[in-house]
């Protein structure tokens, strides 16, 4: 039952795509409220589901790499309609197939238990994953926004006003976007951060710098810093400039975890 919703939530998500997707094709200056709906039954089912595979399995998916990958695409989700307005509807279209992708992966891997017991376990360490996930989170959709962003301006360089130029957003909207995406994610992060080391120093006194999630979470940390740094810089074009930065810290911290993934072994790790 519990896999049947999250497939019926994936099928929703794919569906709300394909309707920005036969929008833009279609030449529409506006993404249509279907897919906003879409996107909203989606969530809806993703909950439910979360909620069955905690009462299922008496615990959180939060451990494990399917059932943290279902709680990401989740909280992203999650974090992109919170921010939905008309304007910034267009963003799906970037947005919904990533959301798409990580639970897609959780149900090919299998959304079961991890089944391996934890040190750092309870309420805190409920609160210091969903912290990190939303930092996560924050900084997908900074990607996203970003990637539209430099396709527009591409546009408005090359003076085409095409389907790309009346389907998406302005850019300010665009930034602005960008710009909630790093502000709610990056002290989301830093609080995770605290959190785990404040737990580490104080039941293993060590800050445990060979760990993985540890290292990815720096790496991501400092990756926010990168952007907040571009964003207040006085340098040209700075919006640009910053948009890039957060479609290459994207790309890089995808890829850190990646390679993290392949040579750590352990199950906990997302």
């Known amino acids: 039952m519990v896999t049947i919703l999250f497939a019926l939530a994936l099928m929703l998500y ?11 094709a279609g030449g529409s200056a506006v993404a249509p409220r279907t ?3 879409l996107i909203g039954g989606g969530m809806a089912v993703h909950a439910v589901a979360l909620a069955a595979f905690t009462a299922e399995h008496a615990e959180l998916p939060l451990v494990g790499l399917a059932p ?16 939905l307005t008309r304007e910034s509807r267009p963003v799906g279209i970037i947005l ?3 959301v798409a992708i990580l639970l897609a992966i959780a149900l090919l891997v299998g959304i079961a238990p991890s089944g391996q017991p934890l040190a750092f376990s309870g ?6 994953v969903v912290l990190a996930f939303i930092g996560y989170a924050g900084l997908t959709v900074t990607f996203a926004a970003s990637l539209l962003y430099l396709l527009q301006f591409r546009e408005l360089k090359g003076k085409r006003l095409g389907r790309v130029f009346r389907f998406f957003p302005s850019l300010p909207a665009i930034d602005t976007l960008g710009r909630r995406g790093i502000a709610i994610g990056f002290p989301a992060l830093t609080a995770a951060l605290l959190l785990g080391w404040a737990w580490t120093v104080r039941f293993r006194s060590t800050l445990a710098p060979a760990d993985p999630q540890v290292i990815w979470g720096v790496l991501t940390w400092l990756t926010f810093a990168v952007l907040l740094a571009w964003r207040h810089s006085k340098v040209p074009n700075r919006e640009r400039r910053a948009a890039v930065a957060s479609v290459i810290g994207y790309v890089f911290v995808v890829a850190s975890y990646i390679v993290l993934r392949l040579f750590v072994a352990d199950e906990s790790f997302l």
């Not at 794919?14 to 833009?24: E, L």
């Not at 309420?123 to 210091?128: E, G, M, T, V």
Request: aromatic residues 18%.
């Open 14 to 24: 794919i569906s709300a795509w394909g309707t920005f997707a036969a929008s833009f």
């Open 35 to 37: 897919g906003a709906a």
């Open 68 to 83: 943290s990958l279902s709680t990401l695409a989740f909280l992203i989700a999650l974090l992109f309609a919170t921010m």
């Open 96 to 98: 919904v197939p990533l």
């Open 123 to 128: 309420a805190w360490f409920s609160l210091h």
